[in-house]
């Protein structure tokens, strides 16, 4: 299994860029693909953005491209997810995951094996 590490969270003001960032450690394998979720409290857990290591294809959740870009930094092993005007209901912890089994982009939270800590973002009006 990789090792993930979410930064970048924190509170901004409605309107504001953010960037988070994940950064892969461990034996990345051939078959590889990244996601971002996000979650709130009472709530399960809600795609956000997948992205191909090897091909950087990517897959949106619905209604959230267009404000959010998944991207992907291979020499340094890290994964982006650039989120423009922000506003109040993207408040959540987003955490980044690793599908080790497949390069298929998933949806699902349950078809990734390796997930990050967390990072808190905090969006005000």
């Known amino acids: 299994q990789v090792q993930l590490v979410e930064s970048g969270g924190g509170l901004v003001q409605a309107g504001d860029s953010l960037r988070l960032t994940c950064t892969v450690s461990?034996?990345?394998?051939?078959?590889?693909?990244m996601g971002w979720f996000r979650q709130v409290p009472g709530k399960e857990r809600a795609f956000v953005a997948a992205?191909?290591?090897?091909?950087?294809?990517?897959l949106y959740g619905r209604s959230l491209k267009g404000r959010f870009t998944v991207s992907r930094d291979n020499a340094k092993n890290t994964v982006y997810l650039q989120v423009n005007n922000v506003a109040p209901e993207d408040t959540a912890v987003y955490s980044c995951?690793?599908?080790?089994?497949?390069?298929?982009?998933?949806?699902?939270?349950?078809?990734?094996?390796?997930w990050g800590q967390g990072t808190q973002v905090t969006v005000s009006s």
């Open positions: 995951a690793a599908d080790s089994l497949s390069t298929y982009l998933s949806v699902f939270a349950i078809n990734y094996d390796s």
């Open positions: 992205i191909s290591w090897s091909s950087g294809d990517t």
């Open positions: 461990g034996q990345i394998p051939s078959t590889f693909a």
